[in-house]
């Protein structure tokens, strides 16, 4: 099995956000950086999928700075086989962009599958999978918690508001991850050492405007600071009193 | 400038979110017509959807950024060769129809980015909770499109949630527990307060009971999990990782119960009660059945 999977460097998720002075970006000083959570879903069910195949090729790529190729490595440590970084300084804030050049990157290859993370959790966009199946004219799943592949024939289960939805569609296609698929495994020491002699190939790239422009980062609005109301059982008849009368919201 | 408002249905009835987003594009200017289209098609759907957009020329197509709303829009949008400004909680119009100004937050909420979308037509999804219907949201009848192209991706089943059950990112009330419950199986005394709520309350979790496997993923709240704004969120047991906090704070009221007055959760909180929650919640409990009696 050919799988590619499309990996993002974003800020941890503990990470505290502090805003550059162009008023416009994140000042990254101080702040770690780790591959996308919902990434680590994806290629390890990439991982899986060529185990149980016997055979077969996963390949990370992955848009972003110099930096991510650290990113690239922590996938190939889990056991990913090479790496493509298509470098930039500058990941364009509209997705159709980002998604324009990946898709470039992949549309040489014939892949059984393209595995994607269901969203990035910089920049909470949900769409970048599913636009780049669209320019590849592939099908496509998104946010799969649960994936079964028999042949070319593929069956997943998404999370819906109310309930789960069960989805039938054929290989070659792109799936985008959602927690609860798999159990990433941790990179073993071996793993690391492997990961340091695996092919990363860096592809400089340029991405164009695009339709949408970032013209302002802020914090977000402070809550003003609130009260506890006592201790023990004894405050909740004074807690009940607040949220009728004062929040309003019982 | 004309705006196509994509609405959603279950059971034939259209949901909240679709009065959410029939308010919100009413603002911007000039005039809005709602659909509806059957998802069971997905590929058919999204064509069906982009057609409508290409040939009624339309300058806005919006959707609600639900779990329908998210696997739909990017295929309707790179059909008509743009993205979707995803997930907004505001938006306005600038010259005169030249750009639509977006507010999106970023980093699970921890801020907020203003995007200025030139894009043609311009695809938005609009995050649930946030924009609250007006009087006249309810006077909609949106068309039904029907699917005529077949797609390869299809919907097999949808397996309902329990009866009961409802989703923590459409619950008016959500009450979250964390590693302070100490086992899976107290997680009943948070039931026990939801279920006094009648039906309009969740049971949320934080990830450190998710990825202990106590509570589902998707209970979960935070980076990882769901962003919610319920009317009353109910913190119980739970420190307030900043993972967690980015996932609930614009809840419009926050309560905290929690052992420790250190808890980093108070500082987010509107009432906090310190103490212990085996004590507290089923008090709370008491007295929520009480009004509700």
Partial sequence: M????????????????????????????????????????????????????????VVVVSLGPAAAQETIRTALAMGADRGVLLQTDKIPADPFETAKLIANELKTTAWDLILFGRMAIDDYNHQVGPLVAQLLDLPCVTAVSHLDIEGTKGVAEREIEGGIEVLEFPLPAVVTADKGLNEPRYPALKGIMAAKKKALEIRPVQAAAGAMEIVALTPPPERKEGKIVGEGAAAVGELVRLLREEAKVL | MKTLAVLEQRDGK?????????????????????????????????????????????????????????????????????????????????????AIVATRPVYAGKALQKLRVTARPAVLSLRPNIFTPDQRAADVTPEALSVTASGRVKVREVKPAPAGTLDVAEAQVIISGGRGLKEPANFKVLEELAQAFGGRAAVGASRAVVDAGWRAHADQVGQTGKTVSPSLYIAVGISGAIQHLAGMRTSKVIVAINKDKDAPIFKVADYGVVGDLFEIVPKLTDEIRKLHG
Avoid: M
């Fill in chain 1, 2 to 57: 050919k799988i590619a999977v499309c990996v993002k460097r974003v800020p941890d998720s503990e990470a505290r956000v502090k805003i550059s002075p162009d008023g416009k970006s994140l000042d990254e000083a101080g702040v770690k950086f780790a591959l996308n959570p919902y990434d680590e879903f994806a290629v390890e069910e990439a991982l899986r999928r060529k185990e149980k195949a016997g055979s077969g090729e």
């Fill in chain 2, 14 to 98: 259209l949901r909240k979110v679709s009065f959410e987003i029939v308010t919100a594009a009413r603002r911007l200017d000039g005039s809005v017509d709602a659909v509806v289209c059957d998802t069971t098609d997905r590929e058919g759907c999204a064509a069906t959807l982009a057609d409508k957009a290409k040939a009624g020329g339309y300058g806005v197509v919006v959707f609600a950024a639900t779990a329908t709303g998210r696997d739909l829009a990017p295929r309707v949008a790179a059909k008509l060769g743009v993205g979707v400004a995803s997930d907004l909680t505001d938006l306005t119009v600038e010259g005169g129809g030249d």
